[in-house]
């Protein structure tokens, strides 16, 4: 069983910074990929980025340049250093581990909220 704890969520003024962390219970770096998800009030959940087993990495275009995902193996930890953060930014931010093979295996945290004020 997988564990995962985010932290770091909070409010921060449109323009400023923040770095999201996502501790995981055990050694899973080497066989999940690693993603951010995120949902707004009102809307569905969304993937944000995500880095593979071999840390290469794909962001959606609406944070390309502005956010960056990144993993510590020995730390077991995925961040996301999220820079010149929105009033749309604003939402629930969820880490997912996942792998399909040899069947599909995923786990959630809880959940960190990301508030952008203008």
């Known amino acids: 069983q997988v564990q995962l704890v985010e932290s770091g969520g909070g409010l921060v003024q449109s323009g400023g910074s923040l770095r999201l962390s996502c501790a995981a219970s055990?050694?899973?770096?080497?066989?999940?990929?690693m993603e951010w998800y995120r949902q707004a009030p009102g809307k569905q959940r969304e993937l944000v980025a995500l880095?593979?087993?071999?840390?290469?990495?794909n962001y959606v275009d609406f944070v390309k340049g502005r956010f960056t995902i990144s993993g510590d193996n020995a730390k077991n930890t995925v961040y996301l250093q999220m820079n010149s953060l929105k009033p749309e930014d604003t939402a629930v931010y969820y880490c997912?581990?996942?792998?399909?093979?040899?069947?599909?295996?995923?786990?959630w945290g809880q959940g960190t909220q990301v508030t952008v004020s203008s």
């Open positions: 997912h581990a996942v792998r399909w093979t040899p069947v599909k295996y995923e786990y």
């Open positions: 055990g050694d899973i770096f080497s066989r999940y990929v």
């Open positions: 880095i593979r087993t071999g840390g290469s990495t």
